[in-house]
């Protein structure tokens, strides 16, 4: 079984629509991300979370939220879609830094179309 | 499956040869490194990490060789596969820790 998953895989929306991406970790890692990829630019970060209670905007936030609802989930909504969020979406989780590697675990991402 | 990069740099290596990959980091500050592939339709997976004590670390057919004075990441892949072609992303924690910088990746196509 996978360890981060995301759903849904494929959304195809549409201009102005709201949509949540969702991502759920079976690792127990207390620190979560989200990233968004686009052809040529790779993997840019939009929020991440150290803790529940931990929310913090990466360096493309503008037009996403995001909700910690527990340790293990970690959704990304869009409140207003734009034809320029279409990419694929990527979620990510890590253990507490020095506890070991800073590597990040990666779900299998979302493509997002907006048209 | 999924385009990840359309406009990658592309290295094409001939099964059996050594890979090299490259990547240039930006921040000084940085102090621990990790080497990424991802294949077509999928997250990327861990391949290595480094941290900036070290000049050079090793894993199972895996090398990275870390250049602090001149900001200079390498990755060096023996007897590569065809299981290796992938897009390969180098990536800096550049401060808070555990938050990751990524370049812009490297497509690696091995031909047979």
């Known amino acids: 079984d996978a360890d981060v998953t995301q759903t849904p895989r494929n959304r195809i929306t549409k201009t102005g629509k709201r949509i949540m991406l969702e991502c759920s970790q079976t690792k127990g890692h207390d620190r979560m991300y989200w990233y968004r990829q686009d052809p040529g630019l790779g993997l840019r970060l939009i929020y991440y979370?150290?803790?529940?209670?931990?929310?913090n905007k990466g360096e493309i936030s503008d037009g996403y939220s995001v909700s910690r609802q527990a340790q293990a989930k970690f959704s990304l909504s869009l409140e207003s879609a734009i034809p320029n969020q279409t990419a694929l979406y990527f979620c990510?989780?890590?253990?507490?830094?020095?506890?070991?590697?800073?590597?990040?675990?990666f779900g299998p991402g979302t493509r997002l179309t907006v048209l | 499956g999924e385009s990840v990069g359309l406009h990658l740099p592309t290295l094409s290596v001939q099964e059996g040869d050594n890979s090299i990959i490259n990547c240039a980091y930006s921040?000084?500050?940085?102090?621990?490194f990790i080497w990424y592939k991802q294949e077509s339709g999928k997250g990327p997976q861990f391949i290595i990490d480094?941290?900036?004590?070290?000049d050079k670390r090793q894993g199972q057919r895996v090398t990275v060789l870390l250049n602090k004075t001149v900001k200079h990441l390498s990755l060096q892949i023996a007897a590569t596969q065809p299981g290796d072609s992938a897009v390969y992303f180098c990536a800096e924690n550049t401060g808070t820790a555990s938050k990751l910088t990524f370049g812009t990746g490297t497509r690696l196509q091995v031909t047979l």
């Open positions: 979370s150290f803790d529940v209670k931990d929310i």
């Open positions: 921040n000084s500050a940085s102090d621990y």
């Open positions: 480094i941290r900036s004590n070290m």
């Open positions: 990510a989780t890590s253990a507490v830094a020095g506890e070991g590697s800073d590597e990040q675990f």
